[in-house]
Nanobody, 127 residues
Framework: QVQLVESGGGLVQAGGSLRLSCAASQRTFSSCVMGWFRRAPGKVPEFVATITVSGGSTYYADSVKGRFTISRDNAENTVYLQMNSLKPEDTAVYYC????????????????????WGHGTQVTVSS
């Protein structure tokens, strides 16, 4: 069982930045593929970013590519999402997700591929 706790959300003006953190409870974090998803009001959850076990590869949704950066610190059991040039349409609850993997090169973009989820952190971008 991996417990995930997100932090770093808040209210920011368009064009601003926020850094989300997701702390994991287990040392097995270092063998987990990690991902960030978001759910805007009235919309289905959508994939944002994912990172491989080692952190060597990342993948982003087109809507955030070039603005968001996912990274991880396996020594601190933490994954980050640096969000720059924020837009009002980035307003959502952001969730981190984890799934244990035997592959160092895998990353996942679908909700169903993740077994563990945090409770989310609200990000609101005002225009």
């Amino acid at each position: 069982q991996v417990q995930l706790v997100e932090s770093g959300g808040g209210l920011v003006q368009a064009g601003g930045s926020l850094r989300l953190s997701c702390a994991a409870s287990q040392r097995t974090f270092s063998s987990c593929v990690m991902g960030w998803f978001r759910r805007a009001p009235g919309k289905v959850p959508e994939f944002v970013a994912t990172i491989t076990v080692s952190g060597g590869s990342t993948y982003y949704a087109d809507s955030v590519k070039g603005r968001f950066t996912i990274s991880r610190d396996n020594a601190e059991n933490t994954v980050y999402l640096q969000m720059n040039s924020l837009k009002p349409e980035d307003t959502a609850v952001y969730y981190c997700a984890a799934d244990q993997s035997d592959s160092g090169s895998s990353y996942y973009t679908r909700l169903s591929e993740y077994d563990y989820w945090g409770h989310g952190t609200q990000v609101t971008v005002s225009s």
